[in-house]
């Protein structure tokens, strides 16, 4: 069974930086498809940023570019997220997401139970 567990979160002031992990655990296939996905209390989910196998093609949400990284170590089936300048809208549940398939379409089949990120202002 494949399971994702995102570790990383916490609180920090308006400024801060937080570095976000997933590990994926169970069956060995790449996950072709890795993203970052976030839930404000009372707000619909949001794509973060999204990279693909070969770590070389990334995608973010214009609200965290040039904040934030995605990166990826397919020999460690972790994938990592790090948040620089860290806003109070910043504040919500991440979650990662993976698929065996290009998922352009957020639709991703396995997802993490979620980690999260309070900024203070």
């Known amino acids: 069974q494949v399971q994702l567990v995102e570790s990383g979160g916490g609180s920090v002031q308006a400024g801060g930086s937080l570095r976000l992990s997933c590990v994926a655990s169970?069956?060995?296939?790449?996950?072709?498809?890795m993203a970052w996905f976030r839930q404000a209390a009372g707000k619909e989910r949001e794509f973060v940023a999204r990279i693909l196998w070969n770590g070389g093609i990334t995608y973010y949400a214009d609200s965290v570019k040039g904040r934030f990284a995605i990166s990826r170590d397919n020999a460690k089936n972790t994938m990592y997220l790090q948040m620089n300048s860290l806003k109070p809208e910043d504040t919500a549940g991440y979650y990662c997401?993976?698929?065996?398939?290009?998922?352009?379409?957020?639709?991703?089949?396995?997802w993490g139970q979620g980690t999260q990120v309070t900024v203070s202002s």
């Open positions: 169970g069956r060995t296939f790449t996950y072709r498809d």
């Open positions: 997401a993976a698929d065996p398939q290009f998922r352009s379409d957020g639709r991703y089949t396995y």
